[in-house]
Structure formats: structure tokens, C-alpha cells
């Protein structure tokens, strides 16, 4: 079964500083991997996603992934970042059941707070 | 993008009484439909896989009977909390995907915030 790890529960960055939220997956096959950012009291928002092909994705919002797979790896960067960016972030593993779904193991969010 | 659309956004209910989610696909047909669960300051877990004109998967620990899930046509699936107790109060979202799509991109819901009182 897959699993995501999300090793940092809480981030402080200072507004305008980079960013690097860790992920770490465990899958046997190729994985499709996504992160999504929820604010408070609101649902998700893709941020990014990798399917194949170019292991650096860029997505909105200004953020990046690299999917690495000898680290089994999947971080998130952002090179400055903005009050706005301060939500949960989540990222998840995605397997193709029958039926052609698309189920989701997410880990278990970073927290991240944006200092003025 | 494809479009998933969730109702009620929000429901206040009273312990004991019954609540339905619908969770639509707008735009295209989905055999399989997925139903999150999230507690408060808590991760997303995977309740149960909705099937078309089959049971659902239910993942282990979800009660069946208490949540109910139907997916009655290609483009609707339904969770009823019956018998809804306070701890049953959490964010529920669903999600589905494009089967035309090549990329296999889930499309999520608006998400639905129940309070049991």
C-alpha cells in the first residue's frame, strides 16, 4: 500500500524568504504525485501535480516540485514567499483503481506560518 | 479542468437525525468516485471508493451502515451519515476523475463542513 510522509508538522518562514515543504512517499510502481493547499475553513487547491517525464514541475502560485525518485522524494519550493502563502499544505500519492479513479493516500499536512 | 460539485457546502443537524451529501461530476462520467474525510487540524483520510451500480469499498475502520454511499448514475454519488452523532462533525469531500483524461487528475468537490449538535 502507498504511504506519504510529511516529516515537518509546523514551518515559520519570514515573508520573501524561500521555501521547502519535504515529502516522502513510498510507493512500488511510478507514482503520480500531487500537492494541494487548503486555507483555513476551505476546501483543496492543486497547486501541482507530476505524472511523468520532467522530474522539476511548476505549478501556481509561483511553486515548484522535484520528484526524486532514488530519495523517493516529491518537495515543494517556492523562492519567495508571501503573506498569502501562510495554509496547510498537503501532499499526496494518487493510484488508478478499477473503474479508472484516481485514489489519493495523503500525508499528514505541514503547517505553515508566513512572519511579516 | 473537469468539474466536481458538492452539496451542501455546509449543514447543521441534530444528533440522531440523518444527513445526505451529493457530490456531482458536471461535465463528464465517473464509474468511480471517491469520499474524504477530514477532522479538524487533521490530515485527509479515505473513507470509502463509491461504484457505480455496485457496493461501495469501504476502507477499514468506515462504517458501512452508518455511512451510507450511492452511486446511482454516472454522474452522482451520494453520503448519508445516518444517525448522526457529534463525533461524526468533519469536513467531507469527494472526488472523481475524467476517465478521457490520459492525465489522471483527481477533481475535487467544494467540500462539505457537517456540525452534529
Known amino acids: 500500500a502507498q504511504s506519504v510522509t510529511q516529516p515537518d508538522i509546523h514551518i515559520t518562514v519570514s515573508e520573501g524568504a524561500s521555501l521547502e515543504l519535504r515529502c516522502n512517499y513510498s510507493?512500488?510502481?511510478?507514482?503520480?504525485l500531487f500537492w494541494y493547499v487548503q486555507s483555513p475553513g476551505q476546501g483543496l487547491q492543486l497547486l501541482l501535480k507530476?505524472?511523468?517525464?520532467?522530474?522539476l514541475v511548476q505549478g501556481i502560485k509561483g511553486f515548484e516540485a522535484e520528484f526524486k525518485r532514488s530519495q523517493s522524494s516529491f518537495n515543494l519550493r517556492k523562492p519567495s514567499v508571501h503573506w498569502s502563502d501562510a495554509a496547510e499544505y498537503f501532499c499526496?500519492?494518487?493510484?488508478?483503481?478499477?473503474?479508472?479513479?484516481?485514489?489519493?493516500?495523503f500525508g499528514t499536512g505541514t503547517q505553515l506560518k508566513v512572519e511579516l | 479542468g473537469a468539474v466536481v460539485s458538492q452539496h451542501p457546502s455546509w449543514v447543521i443537524c441534530k444528533s440522531g437525525t440523518s444527513v445526505k451529501i451529493e457530490c456531482r461530476s458536471l461535465?463528464?462520467?465517473?464509474?468511480?468516485m471517491f469520499w474524504y474525510r477530514q477532522f479538524p487540524k487533521q490530515s485527509l483520510m479515505l473513507m470509502a471508493t463509491?461504484?457505480?451500480?455496485?457496493?461501495?469499498?469501504?476502507e477499514q475502520g468506515v462504517e458501512k451502515d452508518k455511512f451510507l454511499i450511492n452511486h446511482a448514475s454516472l454522474t452522482l454519488s451520494t453520503l448519508t451519515v445516518t444517525s448522526a452523532h457529534p463525533e461524526d462533525s468533519s469536513f467531507y469531500i469527494c472526488?472523481?476523475?475524467?476517465?478521457?483524461?490520459?492525465?489522471?487528475?483527481?477533481?475535487f468537490g467544494q467540500g462539505t463542513r457537517l456540525t452534529v449538535v
Open positions: 499526496a500519492v494518487g493510484v488508478i483503481v478499477t473503474g479508472g479513479g484516481n485514489k489519493l493516500t
Open positions: 507530476y505524472f511523468s517525464g520532467d522530474t
Open positions: 463509491s461504484n457505480e451500480g455496485s457496493k461501495a469499498t469501504y
Open positions: 472526488s472523481a476523475r475524467d476517465p478521457r483524461n490520459r492525465i489522471p487528475e483527481a477533481f
Open positions: 461535465d463528464f462520467q465517473a464509474t468511480t
Open positions: 510507493y512500488g510502481a511510478t507514482p503520480y
